[in-house]
Antibody, heavy 126, light 108 residues
Framework: QLQLQESGPGLVKPSETLSLSCAVS??????????WGWIRQSPGKGLEWIGS???????SYNPSLQSRVTISVDRTTNHFSLKLTSVTAADTAVYFC??????????????????WGPGTTVTVSS | DIQMTQSPSSLSASVGDSVTITCRAS??????LHWYQQKPGKAPKLLIY???NLQSGVPSRFRGRGSGTDFTLTISGLQPEDFATYFC??????????FGGGTKVEIK
């Protein structure tokens, strides 16, 4: 069963770069049926899609964050990563890595997110 | 951008009650609509995909309906473990995704 696990610093200073990694285990990151994405949740708030990447390296970003976000994939290590530059207190959130799935076997998931990492809390503070 | 509006933002109900949560899209999204349950400190869990399909392992008391712009999630016979926050999400603009604001289901 595929699992995702986020890792990275829990505390980032304002104006610096937030860097997180997501390890994919129990399956390959190179499957054509999936995107690999980042979603965040600010304290007491809803879910915000940050961006997604296909195993070929094609990316899509939330327009509200696009100027500060880079998502990359490492097929050799089965990881994908998030970088968010020039962070402020508004970027304090729980960050989830996730797998939006077009299809899994005979099931068409229409890009529902069927696998989530447990989430990692990132606080932006000096 | 497609906006997703959920209502109500919160509701109180008793064990055994039936509740319905509504999600409305700002433009048509066909059936690219999914529902998630989230409990405190946990990642969301997929309940319903493509508007009306029950994810494997999810109890049949959860039912999703709708297409186009208007969707509902109904929980029939609330159980203690169902008290949580529920989110809808559209993927019509995939790979870009948008979530609704959430509905917190609390115990009356």
């Amino acid at each position: 069963q595929l699992q995702l696990q986020e890792s990275g610093p829990g505390l980032v200073k304002p104006s610096e770069t937030l860097s997180l990694s997501c390890a994919v285990s129990g399956g390959s990151i190179t499957s054509s049926s999936y995107y690999w994405g980042w979603i965040r949740q600010s304290p007491g708030k809803g879910l915000e899609w940050i961006g997604s990447i296909y195993y070929t390296g094609t990316t899509s970003y939330n327009p509200s964050l696009q100027s500060r976000v880079t998502i990359s994939v490492d097929r050799t290590t089965n990881h994908f990563s998030l970088k968010l530059t020039s962070v402020t207190a508004a970027d304090t959130a729980v960050y989830f890595c996730a797998r939006p799935t077009s299809a899994s076997g005979p099931i068409n998931y229409f890009y529902a997110v069927d696998v989530w990492g447990p989430g990692t809390t990132v606080t932006v503070s000096s | 951008d497609i906006q997703m509006t959920q209502s109500p933002s919160s509701l109180s109900a008793s064990v055994g009650d039936s509740v319905t949560i509504t999600c409305r899209a700002s433009q048509t999204i066909a059936n690219y609509l999914h529902w998630y349950q989230q409990k405190p400190g946990k990642a969301p869990k997929l309940l319903i995909y493509a508007a009306s399909n029950l994810q494997s392992g999810v109890p049949s008391r959860f039912r999703g309906r709708g297409s186009g712009t208007d969707f509902t999630l109904t929980i029939s016979g609330l159980q203690p473990e169902d008290f949580a926050t529920y989110f809808c999400q559209q993927s019509y603009t995939n790979p870009a995704l948008t979530f609704g604001g959430g509905t917190k289901v609390e115990i009356k």
